[in-house]
């Protein structure tokens, strides 16, 4: 059994503008048909609006729940001459006549619920990576909690590499991926939007945007950044042993090779004088 909230302007009750509800098994609660009403309501499962009359002010309604985001299934119910009138504009999940059977009606309301729940469950995720991350529900990206002023393709692009964290993409398939199909620019779009990405992330961050030469870019993890920064700090501060230091420093005079000297020439005659002779 669901719950479900009709709204409408009509002193009827509620199997008066849908009489099928009378024979199904839901509890079902009636309010104004006004944006206002909905704010001491509880929730519902549906949402059922009344719209046999008065169309043009049941589209600003529809509209305005749409916006608002009840977070549940818009079902309009409208008569068989009102449904020329309804469009995609409208933002309802489905419409139905006030003549529906229970049968029929017991199916789109199940069936918008279901499409609901799998909506629900393939709602965007943030993103995180280190002190990045990427929430694709507000189009926003922060790093360490400031807000990145990104254009939009900058954050589809950094949203895009961060999802796929330590792949490597051509600039080919950024465009595809990012720009889409019908674009015709060039990869030079890429390198440029990278560059800006970069300035924007500020030097500490710039190596999370990682260049592999001759192919493309990559994502690279927060965590590989770190240790790649301190390892080179690590080398540079750990003294070189005595052997391996150079001999000769880069600036320092360099000493002219000194030649041995070559052996002095014996003559035959002091060869044969022994010592006990001298």
Not at 30 to 47: H, N, R, S
Not at 150 to 167: N, S, V
Not at 207 to 222: E, K, Q
Request: glycine share 8%; net charge negative.
């Amino acid at each position: 059994m669901s719950s479900l909230l009709l709204l409408t302007n009509a002193l009827q009750p509620s199997t008066e503008v849908l009489p099928a509800l009378g024979l199904l098994l839901h509890n079902v609660r009636v309010a104004p048909a006004e944006g206002p009403a909905l704010v001491d309501t509880p929730g519902a499962d549906v949402i059922l609006i009344d719209g046999r009359r008065d169309l043009p002010q049941v589209r600003s309604l529809c509209q305005l729940l749409r916006s608002t985001g009840p977070g549940c299934p818009l079902v309009l119910v409208v008569t068989e001459g009102g449904l020329a009138a309804v469009t995609a504009d409208w933002g309802i999940d489905d419409v139905l006549l006030d003549t529906a059977g229970p049968a029929e009606v017991e199916a789109r309301l199940r069936l918008a619920m279901g499409r609901q729940q799998i909506t629900s469950d393939d709602s965007p995720m943030e993103i995180r990576n280190g002190d990045l991350s990427v929430d694709e529900a507000t189009y926003s990206a922060k790093l360490k909690g400031r807000v990145l002023d990104l254009t939009f393709k900058e954050f589809e692009l950094i949203k895009y590499l961060a999802q796929h964290p330590g792949r490597v993409f051509t600039r080919a398939q950024l465009l595809q991926e990012v720009w889409g199909y019908d674009y015709f620019g060039g990869t030079r779009t890429v390198d440029v939007h990278v560059r800006r990405l970069r300035a924007k992330l500020g030097v500490e961050h710039e190596s999370l945007i990682g260049t592999v030469r001759n192919v493309g870019y990559r994502f690279v993890t927060p965590e590989k950044v770190e240790r790649a920064a301190d390892g080179a700090k690590a080398k540079a501060a750990t003294p070189r042993p005595e052997g391996e230091r150079d001999s000769n420093p880069v600036g320092s005079p360099v000493a002219p090779p000194v030649e041995k000297a070559a052996p002095a020439e014996i003559t035959p005659k002091e060869a044969d004088v022994r010592p006990a002779q001298r």
